[in-house]
């Protein structure tokens, strides 16, 4: 029985704040990188996780400024919409949703691999990860269609979890394990698959993208949050400012508690960190460890699916999707869109029977995601100098510094959608084949090939119904 069509407004700044944190994760987004990185760059990668963290900065304000003024479900498709017109707001949706599900089918799959781990399955078998990959989907669909307060408990659980463990491990690492000094951050740059320092240097700005993506899913929940002019800018903000302290903190501690050899060898893994923290502190500290992942992981899973369900949502109430999906369930909450959400991820799942396959679906998650973040910006910068947008009728004011943050973060935005799209054949793997290492600009093709013939269809026959009506 459904409700109607209007979520339900429940959301404090802490829940909001929380759905932020756990959507980028600091665990699910370092552990996810650190490896690649390590066997890519062949160490030296700190600074270009520094500098990707600011300029993403830069993005999370313009994005704050936006939904200051537009707090609405859908966020960055409705605010392409809003600036750009339905046609601009059709292939942000779709590029937007594409991509969102990517990273779900990309969450899924990584967070199987540690409930693998977890519960002692040692295969890598393509069939038993995605397997667990569906177990791991089920346990975030769950979350969604429970009560308000499970959900909300489960982000939290997953803060607390980060905070306490990979704070706290980084701590120790820190403070008690630390082999190297400081300049080792700086150092080795080059010596891994990448042919040179620049090629290296980009490829880490590449990858270090994935761990500064999904901050804007506390716009998406605008119409859920209270008083959303105030809330969600700060949620938007202060979750990459969190996210990005623990981020940087851990990986300096991993780098310099451990030799580059070290995390080379554990980087050929699925696991990459769990070998050096039981290396440190013993045995025993294994499954407490997987534990708190395990959490972060869920966490963040429950989060995307909430994220995604929420585009989708708003698509269908715009007429951009089936109509079915835009019904909510008398507790507010969009279930047919949470259930499409998650069987579309479920489908993506199957490309994890083929391990290069889940490469290609990594790279145009975080590919396309840049590629949302460059039309809200883009068309920020372009209705703000045309005088089509005025940014102070937000509560948010940013005054003279709004132009150029906004410049600095279109421009960046743009730049890092070429950088992750560009084929590297060094970064997939030696003997990948050339449509995995051209996966982003291939996939993003054929997507904006088939929504513009979606447009273009849609607008032939609405010439033609005048004329039959007639």
Same mark, same amino acid.
């Given at each position: ?7 339900h407004?429940?959301l404090?700044f802490?829940n ?10 600091p665990v ?20 270009? =996780?520094? @500098? #990707?963290?600011?300029?993403? !900065?830069?993005? &999370? $304000? %313009?994005?704050?400024?936006?939904? +200051? ?5 859908g966020?960055?498709y ?8 339905p046609v ?6 779709v ?8 990273m779900?089918?990309t ?8 409930l ?11 069939l038993?990860?995605?397997l667990w990959?569906?177990?791991? =989907?089920? @346990? #975030?669909?769950?979350?969604? !269609?429970?009560? &308000? $307060? %499970?959900?909300?408990?489960?982000? +939290? ?37 990448a ?5 290296a240097?980009?490829?880490?700005l ?6 500064f993506i ?19 800018p700060?949620?938007?903000?202060f ?13 300096a ?7 580059g ?5 554990t ?9 050096v ?20 992981f ?11 369900s929420r ?5 269908a109430?715009e ?28 489908v ?7 391990d ?19 039309l ?10 045309t005088?089509?947008?005025?940014p ?13 943050i906004n ?6 935005s ?44 849609g607008?032939?026959?609405g ?8």
């Amino acid at each position: 029985m459904h409700g109607g069509e209007t979520l339900h407004r429940h959301l404090s700044f802490w829940n909001s704040l929380t759905l932020g944190f756990a959507m980028v994760s600091p665990v699910v987004g370092l552990y996810a990188i650190m490896g690649v990185q390590t066997a890519v760059t062949g160490g030296g990668w700190f600074p270009a =996780l520094a @500098l #990707c963290l600011a300029m993403q !900065l830069l993005v &999370a $304000t %313009v994005y704050a400024e936006l939904a +200051s003024q537009f707090p609405i479900a859908g966020g960055a498709y409705k605010w392409a919409h809003h600036l750009g017109g339905p046609v601009t707001g059709q292939f942000a949706g779709v590029i937007y949703v594409t991509s969102t599900i990517a990273m779900l089918t990309t969450t899924a799959y990584t967070g199987g691999v540690w409930l693998a781990i977890f519960f002692g399955s040692s295969s890598e078998n393509g069939l038993t990860l995605v397997l667990w990959g569906v177990v791991f =989907l089920v @346990l #975030c669909t769950l979350l969604n !269609l429970a009560r &308000a $307060t %499970v959900f909300k408990m489960a982000l +939290s659980m997953g803060v607390y979890a980060e905070m306490a463990g990979s704070v706290g491990v980084a701590l120790l690492l820190f403070l008690f394990f630390r082999q190297h000094e400081f300049s080792e951050l700086f150092q080795h740059l080059g010596t891994g698959t990448a042919p040179s320092q620049t090629a290296a240097f980009l490829a880490a700005l590449a990858i270090a993208g994935w761990a500064f993506i999904g901050f804007d899913a506390c716009s998406t929940i605008a119409e859920e949050t209270l008083e959303p002019k105030r809330v969600v800018p700060r949620a938007i903000f202060f979750s990459l400012c969190m996210v990005g302290s623990v981020v940087m903190f851990n990986s300096a501690a991993l780098t310099l508690s451990f030799d580059g050899t070290t995390l080379t060898a554990t980087s050929a893994s699925s696991d990459p960190v769990t070998p050096v923290i039981v290396n440190s502190f013993g045995a025993w500290a294994e499954k407490p460890f997987l534990a708190i992942v395990m959490v972060s992981f869920l966490a963040c899973g429950a989060s995307v699916v909430n994220y995604v369900s929420r585009i989708i949502y708003s698509m269908a109430r715009e007429g951009n999707m089936p109509a079915l999906l835009k019904q909510v369930a008398v507790d507010g909450t969009p279930r047919p869109a949470i259930l499409f959400t998650v069987l579309s991820a479920g489908v993506g799942l199957l490309l994890g029977l083929n391990d290069q396959a889940v490469a290609t679906i990594i790279a145009f998650g975080t590919g396309g995601l840049y590629a949302t973040f460059t039309l809200p910006t883009g068309l920020g910068l372009y209705t703000r100098l045309t005088e089509r947008w005025n940014p102070s009728r937000g509560q948010l004011k940013l005054g003279r510094w709004g132009l150029p943050i906004n410049i600095i973060a279109f421009h960046w935005s743009l730049f890092e959608f070429i950088n992750i799209a560009w084929p590297r054949a060094y970064a997939v793997s030696p003997d990948a084949p050339w449509w995995q290492v051209w996966a982003v600009p291939l996939v993003l093709g054929n997507i904006l090939g088939i929504t513009t013939l979606y447009v273009l269809i849609g607008k032939i026959r609405g010439a033609a119904l005048p004329e039959s009506s007639s």
